[in-house]
């Protein structure tokens, strides 16, 4: 049986970061523009927005290593959202708001604001209840917030000992100091959560769901590894003493390093795993379905010595991900709005944990077409636990992979989808929207039909364009809408008021 409701009737969805949202000012924010695009959504049919993770990046803007598993990337804020709130003026948006730095200090001159009004101000009021909530996370991320600005932005495993540490005198030595700092980035949270809550709400009138993403791991310079310690595998010094990745396969000789610590799954497990469920409860505010990132290492992991360059001598570790489903379902329920992440060389026991708990795997058709009748990202050999996907923000846009297929496979691609005489990346599109599964995505790059200049991310490699793709509302008039919403419709993923 499908594992929720998101699964118990044909969708299709759009795959599109916020930062790759239309903005005369930068990356994309939480403001018209992504209302805008939820009334897109909605007028073609689609009823699932997937995007990336959203909280705080780090160096190099992966939204895959962040300061935090909880907080809310703060760059995502509408400053035009500010000003409506009555926390900025319109002189100040006007000048400020074009740059980085120029919308850092917009949110302090409105976080200033709202400190100075009287305590029973309505936004006051709102303001304080949300730090109560979540102040078992935002008090510890607003400390390591600030004392990263204090040590400028140096990693907490190079601070003094004792905020290293957390020692209390250390810390309280700090406190009046810091508390700008602290009052600024809790203010922050407290915005971006607002905005969200905005934007889920314009969701759910549209009927359309916010589909996040969660990485597995979990950054060594963040809040999370230095406010709980315990629960990752680290030497006394706060460094990492093994670190995830993936062993040498096809795509790499000596593996991937990806640096991020390992966690101590026997602690976790002793503590029925609060640290997950904390983790699943952000999310769960946020997003009505989520897709876990790297999903087999719930299964096994690859344990790396942390000294060594690369992933070759690593090897395989068993994690309790039985027993932590387990334990998310007693607290969240039996049916876990969760898909999987199961690319890549997938072992029977990680098959058999997901079918398990019925959630959902993931199958990319830039995969199919090697030939074999029974490669699973097939169409025929889909199942009704399914999302299809034509390219995730890991790939090649549609137009660029086909592009690097030699005309013999390209004519096998065309030859499987009935020689379709649909030009890329529509035939793929179509191949997706009329598969078996129940839930179809497609990259908004496929959408405005972009060539591999539009890709958003190429794995294993840093910089350069990764991470900035943004489109213009203007490529929308280049885009075949009126096609994909007439498949949604024929293909029974459209609601029918639309």
């Known amino acids: 049986m499908p594992n929720s409701h998101f699964?118990?009737?044909?969708?299709?969805?759009?795959?599109?970061?916020?930062?790759?949202?239309?903005?005369?000012?930068?990356?994309?924010?939480?403001?018209?523009?992504?209302?805008?695009?939820?009334?897109?959504?909605?007028?073609?049919?689609?009823?699932?927005w997937q995007t990336l993770p959203v909280n705080p990046t780090q160096a190099g803007g992966s939204p895959y290593q962040c300061n935090s598993v909880h907080a809310g990337d703060p760059h995502l804020i509408d400053t035009e959202g500010l000003f409506q709130e009555g926390l900025i003026d319109g002189h100040a948006l006007a000048t400020l708001r074009h740059d980085a730095d120029g919308r850092h200090r917009l949110r302090e001159m409105a976080c200033a604001t709202l400190l100075?009004?009287?305590?029973?101000?309505?936004?006051?009021?709102?303001?304080?209840?949300?730090?109560?909530?979540?102040?078992?996370?935002?008090?510890?991320?607003?400390?390591?917030?600030?004392?990263?600005?204090?040590?400028?932005?140096?990693?907490?495993?190079?601070?003094?000992?004792?905020?290293?540490?957390?020692?209390?005198?250390?810390?309280?030595?700090?406190?009046?100091?810091?508390?700008?700092?602290?009052?600024?980035?809790?203010?922050?949270?407290?915005?971006?959560?607002?905005?969200?809550?905005?934007?889920?709400?314009?969701?759910?009138?549209?009927?359309?769901?916010?589909?996040?993403?969660?990485?597995?791991?979990v950054a060594d310079d963040s809040a999370d590894v230095w406010a709980g310690r315990q629960y990752f595998d680290l030497l006394p010094d706060g460094q990492p003493r093994v670190v995830a990745g993936v062993p040498p396969d096809y795509f790499s000789a000596t593996g991937q390093r990806w640096g991020n610590p390992h966690y101590r799954?026997?602690?976790?497990?002793?503590?029925?795993?609060?640290?997950?469920?904390?983790?699943?409860?952000?999310?769960?505010?946020?997003?009505?379905?989520?897709?876990?990132?790297?999903f087999r290492g719930f299964e096994s992991y690859w344990e790396i010595p942390a000294d060594s360059e690369t992933a070759m001598s690593g090897h395989w570790v068993s994690a309790p991900g039985s027993a932590l489903l387990q334990r998310l379902q007693a607290v969240f329920g039996t049916q876990l709005p969760l898909v999987a992440e199961d690319l890549g060389i997938i072992t029977t026991a990680v098959n058999a944990l997901r079918q398990e708990f019925h959630i959902p795997g993931m199958r990319v058709l830039q995969f199919a077409f090697d030939g074999c009748p029974d490669n699973a990202y097939l169409p025929h050999n889909y199942d009704l636990n399914t999302v299809v996907y034509t390219g995730t923000h890991d790939n090649d846009t549609t137009l660029g992979w086909f592009a690097g297929q030699s005309p013999e496979q390209q004519g096998q691609i065309y030859a499987y989808m009935g020689e379709s005489r649909l030009p890329m990346p529509e035939a793929l599109m179509h191949t997706a929207l009329a598969s078996l599964a129940p839930l179809a995505i497609l990259p908004m790059q496929d959408i405005l039909r972009l060539d591999g200049h539009a890709r958003m991310n190429t794995p294993g490699t840093v910089g350069g364009s990764n991470w900035r793709w943004q489109f213009q509302w203007w490529q929308l008039d280049q885009a075949p809408n009126q096609l994909i919403h007439r498949w949604n419709r024929m293909y029974g993923r459209c609601p029918d008021n639309v």
């Open 7 to 48: 699964m118990n009737r044909r969708r299709a969805g759009v795959l599109l970061h916020i930062t790759s949202l239309p903005c005369q000012d930068g990356p994309g924010t939480l403001g018209q523009s992504a209302i805008k695009f939820l009334d897109y959504l909605h007028a073609h049919g689609f009823t699932v």
């Open 116 to 217: 100075e009004r009287l305590p029973d101000d309505s936004l006051r009021t709102a303001f304080s209840a949300f730090h109560s909530t979540h102040a078992w996370w935002l008090d510890d991320y607003a400390w390591f917030t600030a004392l990263k600005q204090y040590f400028h932005g140096a990693g907490w495993q190079h601070w003094p000992a004792g905020l290293r540490d957390r020692d209390p005198l250390a810390m309280d030595a700090l406190a009046t100091e810091l508390a700008p700092m602290r009052q600024l980035a809790a203010f922050e949270q407290f915005m971006f959560f607002r905005q969200w809550q905005h934007l889920r709400d314009v969701a759910d009138s549209r009927g359309i769901l916010l589909f996040g993403d969660m990485p597995i791991f």
């Open 265 to 294: 799954w026997d602690v976790m497990e002793n503590d029925q795993f609060g640290w997950w469920v904390g983790r699943m409860r952000t999310q769960l505010e946020l997003y009505h379905l989520v897709r876990i990132d790297h």
